[in-house]
């Protein structure tokens, strides 16, 4: 059955439109939405599909989704907007002020190599129960008693599982406040962006349904019992569980590395104020020179997680095409300082990436670049 596709384009950007609809017609897509600012306003704002196939309730333009790492760089966002402000520096130890975080060597690890994934705090070694997850103080607590899973800024490992947890505790204790507040309150408001670290109640009957997490789908991870995808993800278990993906308790988690909730429109609208270096409609988050530095390679190497050569910036993984991050499942947000864009693209589905590239490759053509094949 062919699917409806709402919103608009501007003229020049219809192969959006196109590239979208091919995403439901030949690659799966059953509910999601893409995104695209350029030059600081929105050129294309489509969704189709099914918000809840079970119910046929539609996808619209203020549904929310589950956009697991596509949630990083909001993360980020909050402690680099602090370290603009001047009250956190990127070169001080972590533990100036996260005391307990000098455990177990971890004494000189700096602010820097939280946001660039070089600490080593790839996972937790002590086993947890599922609860776990929803207990931010339990979860720091074992952060900062971990021990570096290699020496520290020798390598760079994606913190898959808790990259939110680790700068968002920097964050807490800088401001007295949760990172899901402070984004919301210092990010999000001021930006207007449809997007949630700790959903509120009220919220969550615009959330989509997330399926497509079934055995299949896990097995496509690598998730292989012992392996490192499983020893970083798989601790607390849960995180490829449908039950857990749709619970109200996860929604209204902060779990800032994988369980932001967001529009493709607020993911869009968040790289295209960054790519016009940090203001966006006479709004500035953070200065120009922080944004060109988070976007530039402050470590590069094999990725000891993914197992590819990748470059990481501060909070954002970048390809010769700009910076942003993918979400496991398929989501995608990404900018580009030179072209002045911003493109998001989320979905329900659980599966790859190639639905937002096959759209994100129509904006490429638009607008004369090249895409990374790493990207």
């Given at each position: ?259 932001g909730h967001g529009t493709a429109h607020a993911v ?108």
């Amino acid at each position: 059955m062919d699917t409806d596709i709402a919103g608009r384009c501007e003229p020049g950007f219809e192969s959006i439109r196109a590239a979208f609809h091919r995403c439901f017609a030949e690659l799966g897509e059953t509910g999601g939405a893409v995104c695209v600012y350029h030059d600081g306003r929105p050129v294309a704002d489509l969704w189709g599909g099914m918000a809840d196939p079970a119910t046929q309730r539609p996808w619209t333009s203020e549904t929310l989704v589950h956009v697991y790492s596509v949630t990083k760089p909001f993360a980020a966002l909050c402690l680099l907007q602090l370290v603009d402000g001047g009250r956190v520096d990127l070169d001080a130890p972590v533990a100036e002020y996260w005391p307990e975080f000098a455990q177990a060597g971890k004494s000189g690890i700096p602010v820097r190599w939280l946001l660039t994934h070089q600490s080593g705090l790839l996972g937790i070694r002590q086993p947890l129960p599922r609860e776990a997850i929803f207990d931010w103080d339990r979860i720091v607590a074992c952060l900062a008693a971990e021990e570096p899973w290699w020496p520290p800024g020798r390598r760079h490992g994606e913190h898959a599982l808790f990259f939110g947890h680790l700068v968002g505790e920097v964050v807490r204790r800088v401001t007295g406040q949760s990172l899901g507040r402070y984004l919301r309150d210092e990010i999000a408001g001021p930006w207007g962006l449809d997007f949630h670290v700790g959903l509120e109640q009220t919220a969550e009957p615009r959330c989509a349904r997330v399926v497509g997490m079934d055995d299949d789908w896990r097995a496509g991870l690598g998730m292989a019992p012992g392996s490192l995808s499983e020893q970083a993800l798989g601790n607390p278990p849960g995180l490829l569980d449908a039950d857990l993906a749709n619970s109200g308790a996860w929604r209204r988690a902060e779990v800032p590395a994988v369980n932001g909730h967001g529009t493709a429109h607020a993911v869009a609208r968040f790289y295209g104020g960054l790519s016009l270096g940090g203001a966006l409609d006479g709004v500035r988050i953070v200065s120009d020179g922080l944004v060109r530095e988070a976007a530039s390679a402050q470590s590069s190497g094999v990725d000891v997680l993914l197992g590819r050569p990748l470059d990481w910036g501060l909070g954002f993984q970048l390809e010769s095409d700009g910076f942003g991050l993918g979400g496991l499942g398929g989501a995608l947000g990404w900018g580009n300082l030179e072209h002045r864009f911003g493109f998001g693209y989320v979905t329900h589905r659980m599966a790859g990436h190639d639905r937002a590239m096959t759209v994100y490759q129509a904006l490429a053509d638009i607008l004369g670049f090249e895409v990374d094949d790493g990207a």
